[in-house]
């Protein structure tokens, strides 16, 4: 969890898909492991509960998810915090979330009613390491929402949008991400992972920021790196003493 997750709870590779896998993923280890007598250090549980902390506040109006590079905009995320939820049953959020049946086989059974299990949260949140705000008018169905991106993006499902917003008006999406594309190495794919398809601005004449998802980069960090749990574990070799690139 130190190694892929950021100080403020947000995964180093700044994508909702990969942060919602180790959110259900680990957060099962970590429950599982203290059902059967485990000692994990308190560290890794407040990591956990920051990462919950992190999507809970990019929630929108309309039950979707503000997206982040590589990321679908309807993932589940009621999964991943209903997990955290039977690992710390005092956890609460900002919209109703009820177990799983993920959640309830691996708590053994527990269960909440979720239309309960809400918190007050607040309206403004900063995750300065990683390069997110978000500012919104409430939490009901008709509020509305906006969230700056301006973050690293060093991986290779990371786009280039620094500086990006994303804007949520009455409960409606009217400036999204671009989300998503087939992995290739097609025009379509290097155009939804570069600046010009986000919301953000550039100089008058310069040139885009190119996108890094193209095929050729993720086979070379098949090469150089090593895959540990679904997320990047980098592990120079003497011919590559390059740093992890989501970190």
């Known amino acids: 969890l130190e190694r892929i ?41 407040r990591i956990l509960r920051r990462m919950g902390d992190m999507v809970d506040a990019l929630v929108t109006p309309d039950g979707g998810l503000a997206g982040l590079a590589d990321s679908d905009r309807y993932a589940d995320w009621r999964g991943p915090l209903s997990m955290l939820k039977s690992t710390f049953p005092d956890t609460l959020f900002s919209l109703p979330t009820g177990p799983t049946t993920a959640s309830l086989w691996s708590s053994d059974g527990y269960s909440w009613n ?51 917003v994303q804007y949520e008006a009455f409960g409606q999406p009217i400036l999204v991400d671009p989300g998503q594309w087939v992995y290739g190495e097609d025009e379509d794919r290097f155009w939804v992972t570069s600046s010009y398809a986000h919301n953000t601005v550039l100089p008058e004449g310069a040139p885009p920021l190119q996108g890094n998802g193209d095929a050729r980069r993720w086979k070379q960090f098949f090469i150089r790196g090593t895959l540990v749990w679904g997320q990047w574990s980098w592990r120079p070799t003497k011919r590559s003493a390059r740093s992890p690139a989501c970190c």
Not at 16 to 42: D, F, K, P, V
Not at 137 to 162: K, Q, T, W
Request: proline share 2%.
């Open 114 to 164: 979720g239309r309960v299990a809400i918190g007050e949260k607040p309206s403004t949140v900063l995750l300065a390491q990683g390069g997110l705000a978000v500012v919104r008018s409430g939490f009901s169905s008709e509020a509305s929402m906006l969230v700056l991106e301006n973050g690293i993006n060093g991986d290779p499902a990371s786009h280039r949008g620094n500086l990006a």
């Open 5 to 45: 997750v950021l100080a403020d709870g947000c995964h180093c590779s700044r994508t909702m898909s990969r942060q919602l896998e180790a959110i259900e993923r680990l957060g099962r280890c970590y429950l599982l492991g203290l059902r059967n007598g485990a000692r994990w250090g308190s560290e890794s549980g």
